[in-house]
Each structure stands twice: as structure tokens, then as C-alpha cells.
């Protein structure tokens, strides 16, 4: 099975049922999306196909057809992606194991809207879920990181 992962094929011997997670983490060697609810509840497994976030745990790797990004892969050139760089000025992480999956899906909602409203973050990231209760550090970090972006830095 041959899989686009953060710019790059991978080839990979694997059940088509087989998870993306297990797939990525297991077969790939690609260790930034987390296993936390295996049902797709929590969303720290978030990875991108074709700049879409999904669960990673819940989709079958025979089903993924486009292109996957990791955390691994978001940002690029030795630059952090703008939502990477808005984490790391606004403290977002405390335990930190979600935050992979937060920063995916915070990075496919500022691709899709450039200035999101309290409504629009509140909706992109309800199924991201943070143990630690970090949800005011990372919507004023989706802001930052949206007024980043747009600046083009």
C-alpha cells in the first residue's frame, strides 16, 4: 500500500482495515499523532488528508486516497507553521498530548477561515478535547496564529 505522508511516499504492508493511526505510528514510524480515545472522541489522533482533519483512529488506512499530513509535516522550510508559532507564544501546552491534535485542526480552520470568530473556533475544535482545560490559551493562540498568518509571518 503506498501512502503520500508529510510530502513523502511510504510504502507500507498493511490490513486495509488497519487504523491510519496504527498505520502511521506502527508501519511509518511517524510518532506525533497520539492515540487517546481510539473512537474518535478526543481528537488527539488528528491528522490532515487532503488538507482536511480527520481521526486518524477511526479511519481505515485502505480508505485514505489523498494526502496525509502529520504534525511532523505541517510546518515547512525550518519555519514553524503559524499555528506552531501562536503555541509556543501563548504557552498553549500543559501535558501536551493533545496538542498535536489541536494544532491540526486548528490549522485546517484558519486555511478555511482566515479570521475565525469565537463561534467558528469554539465549533472547529469542539472535538478536540484538553484534559487539561487549555481552552482559553488555545483559542486566544488560534487568534494570534490567524493574525500571523495573514501577515504572512
Known amino acids: 500500500m ?8 511510504v510504502e507500507i504492508e498493511a490490513d486495509p482495515e488497519m487504523p491510519l493511526l496504527w498505520a502511521l505510528r506502527d508501519l511509518a514510524g511517524i510518532l506525533g499523532p497520539k492515540f487517546g480515545c481510539g473512537v474518535a472522541a478526543c481528537g488527539a489522533c488528528t491528522v490532515h488528508v487532503d488538507g482536511q482533519p480527520v481521526r486518524s483512529c477511526s479511519i481505515p488506512v485502505g480508505e485514505v486516497s489523498g494526502a496525509v ?10 519555519k514553524l507553521h503559524p499555528v506552531q508559532q501562536a503555541w509556543l507564544e501563548e504557552q498553549v501546552a500543559q501535558c501536551g498530548y493533545c496538542q498535536t491534535g489541536q494544532i491540526m485542526s486548528a490549522a485546517a480552520l484558519i486555511d478555511e477561515i482566515p479570521d475565525p470568530t469565537d463561534e467558528d473556533i469554539d465549533n472547529a475544535m469542539a472535538g478536540n478535547l484538553c484534559r487539561c482545560g487549555t481552552y482559553p490559551k488555545i483559542r486566544a493562540a488560534i487568534r494570534k496564529a490567524a493574525a500571523l498568518k495573514t501577515a504572512g509571518i
Request: aromatic residues 0%; without cysteine; charged residues 20%.
Open 69 to 78: 499530513t502529520t504534525i511532523e509535516g505541517l510546518s515547512a522550510g525550518g
Open 2 to 9: 503506498r501512502l503520500t505522508v508529510d510530502g513523502k511516499v
